[in-house]
């Protein structure tokens, strides 16, 4: 009897884009990124959206993970990552971003060439171009924090835009609750011997500006920063 030829089966391939209230953006998002990535299987944390966020992302093919109350981004992209493990075979790549950066998410394909080629462990996009924000203090503190908890200096502290294997996406979640999300996640990652890389890239988001809305976001942000620091010092 000659042997039965096995065919490989591809490696799981899994974008977790994080929404809240991104109805104008979510649709060019996940059209973006399955053109850039043909065969991604797209995952959408909802942080409960009512403006129709949930409702566009799955016209546009993605599974939608959500609850009726908001937990903030770490817990949300956490209940999203924990589905996605639990719905099939560990994925060989895991993409997470946020869902307002519309066609130029398509330049993600780039972090995920990176952790396949074994550039890094942790590859982070940072903005080419940064667009609104405040007077940097948040952002600052961000990296400081991650200075002092592990010793890296990365760019982009809180870019919510990474790849990565989908066995360190296991080993890294839960994520730290908020918007302590990114930095939480850099600091294990660097303690437990992965190697971390950014890539500028080409993106485009909804900046918050100097407004008193953009000041409250950013007073929120330094408020789940100082609570990383104070779980992981």
Not at 19 to 35: H, I, K, M, Q, Y
Not at 96 to 112: I, N, P
Request: proline share 3%.
């Amino acid at each position: 009897m000659g042997e039965t030829e096995q065919t490989e089966q591809p490696r799981r391939l899994v974008a977790i884009v994080a929404a809240r209230n991104e109805a104008d953006s979510v649709g060019a998002t996940l059209g973006a990124l399955a053109a850039a990535l043909p065969g991604i299987e797209l995952w959408l944390a909802d942080d409960a959206s009512g403006d129709g966020t949930a409702e566009r992302a799955m016209a546009a093919g993605a599974t939608v993970i959500g609850r009726r109350r908001p937990h903030g981004k770490g817990g949300n992209v956490t209940a999203a990552a924990e589905a996605m493990l639990s719905a099939g075979p560990e994925p060989g790549l895991v993409l997470l971003c946020d869902a307002d950066l519309g066609d130029s998410a398509a330049a993600l394909a780039r972090l995920v060439e990176a952790v396949e080629a074994d550039e890094c462990d942790l590859a982070i996009a940072a903005f080419a171009q940064r667009l609104g924000g405040g007077f940097g203090v948040a952002l600052g503190f961000a990296g400081w924090t991650i200075k002092r908890l592990c010793g890296a200096e990365p760019v982009a502290p809180i870019s919510g835009q990474r790849a990565m294997q989908g066995s360190l996406l296991r080993e890294l979640i839960p994520f730290a609750d908020g918007w302590g999300m990114e930095i939480g996640m850099t600091v294990d990652a660097v303690r437990g011997g992965n190697r971390i890389r950014e890539y500028e890239l080409d993106l485009r988001h909804r900046s918050t500006g100097r407004t008193l809305g953009g000041f409250a976001h950013r007073a929120a942000q330094l408020r789940d920063f100082a609570k990383v620091y104070w779980s992981r010092r």
